[in-house]
């Protein structure tokens, strides 16, 4: 009897850490841009505030920015320079991911 009474105490103890580790109570880790970069921005206001040169076809723009693009949310980070552009890809604000 003793040990019945020990296993359900200890089921019951239990209970709210499994409560709170449920991957419903999850959260989708907000994404930011460092500083001094600017965004996050979607590819579309990126190529509509550093235009790419006209002579660039709008696929291999789409490809470069793809590429840039790690965590395939379509969001970047921009640093407008003087003579050049600086663009990284926007990170979670989590340590695993991004």
Same mark, same amino acid.
């Given at each position: 009897?003793?040990?019945?009474?020990?296993?359900?105490?200890?089921?019951?103890?239990? #209970?709210?850490?499994?409560?709170?580790?449920? &991957?419903?109570? $999850?959260?989708? &880790? $907000?994404? =930011?841009?460092?500083? &001094? +970069?600017?965004? &996050? #921005?979607? +590819?579309?206001?990126?190529?509509?505030? =550093?235009?790419?040169?006209?002579? #660039?076809?709008?696929?291999?723009?789409?490809?470069?920015?793809?590429?840039?693009?790690?965590?395939?949310?379509?969001?970047?980070?921009?640093?407008? #320079?003087?003579? $050049?552009?600086? =663009?990284?890809?926007?990170? $979670?604000? %989590?340590? %695993?991911?991004?």
């Amino acid at each position: 009897m003793k040990i019945r009474r020990l296993v359900v105490a200890s089921m019951v103890a239990s #209970l709210p850490i499994v409560a709170t580790v449920t &991957p419903a109570g $999850a959260i989708k &880790p $907000a994404r =930011f841009c460092p500083p &001094p +970069f600017q965004g &996050p #921005l979607t +590819f579309q206001q990126v190529v509509d505030e =550093f235009p790419p040169p006209p002579e #660039l076809p709008p696929d291999v723009v789409q490809a470069i920015l793809d590429g840039i693009d790690m965590n395939h949310d379509g969001m970047l980070c921009a640093k407008g #320079l003087p003579h $050049a552009e600086d =663009f990284i890809d926007n990170v $979670a604000n %989590n340590p %695993n991911d991004g």
